[in-house]
């Protein structure tokens, strides 16, 4: 597979050439390729969700296991039937209410989607993301699109083109720059193929939305810890150390000022050992760390989400050694789920 690398990447500009970006998107796409694509909450590594041939080349171009199965993107409720069977009414629901936008429905696979996409599991993740390049890429098309995000397996979601290109230049023919991402974090993926829906992955779409549109909704215990050795990964991505920054993540929680105190001992003590340290916290802890190395990821979950992966691969560039982690209620399941990942749990 190595030598099918480096190809020539082109770059293409949607806000500038929207109509050139959608035609040799969606080309490229009909014609067996795989595409750098803009989302809502992270940009995606596309292919035509039915040609099992040019999915097999994103799992390529990652370095993705392939017991990981892909999200297929479509750009109306009517494409559901197409790559799902057995729709339950409370997904019908869950569409009406938050597609598009950052929900991904694990659904009972219609055969039409090949092994590769499900990783040969009998259910498939379907997602209508809100993004009107996306969706016109996928009308244009004529197909759903298999895409997972479009960083290298192990790296953090790319949230702009910039990022991706990192990650993909010379893996990939197509780039299409939409800007950055609004959400900052990747899709809740949800399990409706049980008796009560499961949260397999926390995402935009937060527990409460989902209970006030269809009542009770689990969360898969994984999602706030590591697997027990010998679990089973419901959501075949839980297995694996995810959103790793060079540097390793401490994530700390509790009592504000306490954790303060542990933050800032722990900063001093890698500091006199001559470790490159940075603290990452909300504008709210910000005051609890003057004169330390601090990285303000924002205001209130949104701000804080919309900056996490940004954040990490610019520590990163900045040959951190450790980002100690102030976690706080306030940023949500969605980042507490990426850091405990990031930290290696
Ligand atoms: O926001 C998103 O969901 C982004 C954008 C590009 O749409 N995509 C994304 O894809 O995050 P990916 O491949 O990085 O993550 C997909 C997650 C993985 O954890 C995978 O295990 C899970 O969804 N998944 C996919 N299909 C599944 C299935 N049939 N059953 C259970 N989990 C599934
Ligand atoms: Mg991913």
């Known amino acids: 597979m ?205 527990m409460e939305m989902l209970e006030g549109a269809i009542g009770n909704v689990g969360i898969h215990p994984a999602v706030l810890r590591g697997l027990h050795a010998g679990e089973a990964a419901h959501s075949p991505g839980m297995k694996y150390r995810h959103y790793a920054p060079n540097a390793t993540v401490f994530v700390f929680e509790g009592d504000k000022k306490t954790i303060a105190k542990t933050v800032n001992s722990r900063y001093d003590e890698y500091n006199k050992k001559s470790r490159k340290t940075v603290i990452f916290c909300d504008a709210e802890c910000a005051p609890l760390y003057a004169g330390k190395s601090i990285r303000v990821l924002g205001d209130g979950m949104h701000e804080v989400a919309q900056a996490l992966f940004r954040e990490l691969r610019q520590a990163d560039e900045l040959e951190y050694q450790a980002i100690l982690f102030h976690y706080t209620d306030d940023m949500g399941l969605a980042v507490k789920n990426r850091i405990l990942r990031a930290a290696g749990n």
Not at 125 to 143: E, F, S
Request: charged share 20%; net charge negative.
């Open 2 to 206: 190595a030598d099918a690398y480096p190809l020539n990447t082109k770059i293409i500009f949607a806000y500038r050439d929207r109509e050139t970006a959608i035609g040799e998107a969606a080309d490229t796409i009909v014609s067996g390729g795989i595409v750098v694509l803009p989302t809502e909450t992270v940009y995606g590594l596309a292919a035509n969700a039915f040609d099992e041939n040019a999915v097999q080349k994103i799992f390529a171009a990652k370095g993705r296991p392939q017991d990981n199965p892909l999200i297929v993107h479509i750009a109306d409720q009517s494409m559901a039937d197409g790559v799902a069977v057995d729709i339950p009414e409370k997904a019908r629901l869950l569409m009406d209410a938050f597609w598009p936008g950052p929900l991904s429905l694990v659904l009972k696979k219609a055969d039409a989607i090949p092994h590769a996409v499900s990783a040969g599991l009998g259910t498939v993740a379907v997602r209508l993301p809100q993004n009107d390049i996306m969706l016109d890429i996928i009308r244009k098309a004529g197909v759903p699109l298999a895409a997972p995000s479009a960083n290298r397996s192990g790296r953090p979601s790319p949230t702009t083109a910039q990022h991706a290109a990192e990650d993909m230049l010379g893996r990939v023919p197509l780039i299409i720059d939409g800007g950055p991402c609004g959400v900052g974090v990747e899709s809740t993926v949800l399990d409706m193929t049980g008796e009560v829906p499961v949260v397999l992955r926390p995402g935009g779409i937060t």
